[in-house]
Structure formats: C-alpha cells, structure tokens
C-alpha cells in the first residue's frame, strides 16, 4: 500500500527566509504527486501537480517541487517565504490507488 | 466555472444519529472522492464515485456509506454517529478516477465540518 510521510510536523521561518517541505512515498509504479496547501479557514487547493516528464514543477506563488524518483521523495521548495505563505502543506501520492496524503506541515511565517 | 460545493458547511449531531453529506462535483467530472481530516489522523480516503458505481473503498467502517447520482452528484451517509467522527469531510472531483493511468487533478470542496456531542 502506498504511504506518504512529511517531515516536518511544524516549521516557523522568518519573511524572507527559503522553505523546503520534505515528502517522501513508498510505491514502486508510476504514480502523480500533489502538493495542496490550506490556508487558515479555506479549503484544500493545488500548488503544483507532477505527472510525467520534467521533474522540475513549478506551481502557483512561486512554489516548486523536484521529483526524484531514486529517492521517492518529491520536495516542495520556495527560495523567499511571505507572511501570507502561513499555512498547512499537504503532499499527496496517486498509484494504484486514489489520493494517499502526509499528515501536512504546518508553515508559520513571522515577521 | 463552479467549483465542488458542499451542504452542509457545519452541522452539530449527537452521538447514535445518523448524518447525510452532499457534494455537487464540478460541472462535467464524474468522479467523486470524499475523505475525513482529523488533527490526529490527518487526510483519509473514504470512497470514491464514478458514473454511479463505488470504484474504491477506504477503510472505514461500515457504518460510511456513499452513493452517486446520475448527475454525478454524491452524497455520503454516516450512521450510529460516535464522538470520534467529529471531523471535517471533504469532497473532491475530477474527471477520471483513480489508477486510471493519465493526468488525474482532484478539486477540493470547502468541507462540512461534522461536530459529535
């Protein structure tokens, strides 16, 4: 069965500062990678998808991620953090089987 | 276009009733999902709709039951409530369902926040 772990439960970072979310998967297949943030109070929306090709995404506000697929990992990265970044990251893994996700990260951003 | 929309948004039960969740997918998917977050457990998959027909199951009891219109819209059923189902339930839809192999993008809906006393 496919499992999704994120390593970072919490992580407070000043303005500014550049973020990089862990997330690796166990699954041997193909699979598609998500990560969906949810701001305070809103619902769950995609940052940025990978399905095949350029293991380099780049995703909505700056955000990115690299697919590596020798270490089954599929990092969320942004080179400078703003205040409105404050949130919960989620990474998410479909194989075989509907949507697995990390238990989320928790993103607080002080100025 | 509309995004997913859920009815309720809150709801308050007591524990032994029973709840009935709806999800309008966005116009044209046929594939509905609904999963459970909790601060303990996190996101969990509790089924999946496609053209009517439960094509994935999680693992949750018996007691989470879901159907799908044909006009893909969906709806779930939790009976003999328990505290532990206090819980936000979200619903997702897309085009295809999943292990379908192709670009499969889920779109979440708001949620409605299930409060057990």
């Known amino acids: 069965a496919q499992s999704v772990s994120q390593h970072n439960h919490h992580v407070i970072l000043s303005e500014a500062a550049s973020l990089e979310l862990g997330c690796n998967y166990s699954y041997g297949g193909t699979v598609n990678l998500f990560w969906y943030v949810q701001y305070p109070g809103q619902h769950l929306q995609l940052l940025l998808k990978y399905f095949s090709g350029d293991p380099l995404v780049k995703g909505i506000k700056g955000f990115e991620a690299e697919f590596i697929k020798s270490k089954f990992s599929f990092n969320l990265r942004k080179p400078s953090v703003q205040w409105s970044d404050t949130a919960e990251y989620f990474c998410a893994v479909e194989g075989n089987t509907p949507l697995v996700f990390g238990k989320g990260t928790r993103l607080s951003v002080i100025a | 276009k509309a995004g997913v929309t859920q009815t309720p948004r809150y709801l308050i039960k007591t524990r032994g009733q029973q709840v009935t969740l709806s999800c309008s997918p966005i116009s044209g998917h046929r594939s509905v999902s609904w999963y459970q977050q909790t601060p303990g457990q996190g996101l969990q998959f509790l089924f999946e709709y496609f053209s009517e027909t439960q094509r994935n199951k999680g693992n949750f009891p018996g007691r989470f039951s879901g159907r799908q219109f044909s006009n893909s819209r969906s709806e779930m059923n939790v009976s003999t409530l328990e505290l532990g189902d206090s819980a936000l339930y979200l619903c997702?839809?897309?085009?295809?369902?999943?292990?379908?192999?192709?670009?499969?993008?889920?779109?979440f809906g708001p949620g409605t926040r299930l409060t057990v006393l």
């Open positions: 997702a839809s897309s085009f295809i369902f999943a292990g379908t192999s192709g670009e499969n993008e889920q779109f």
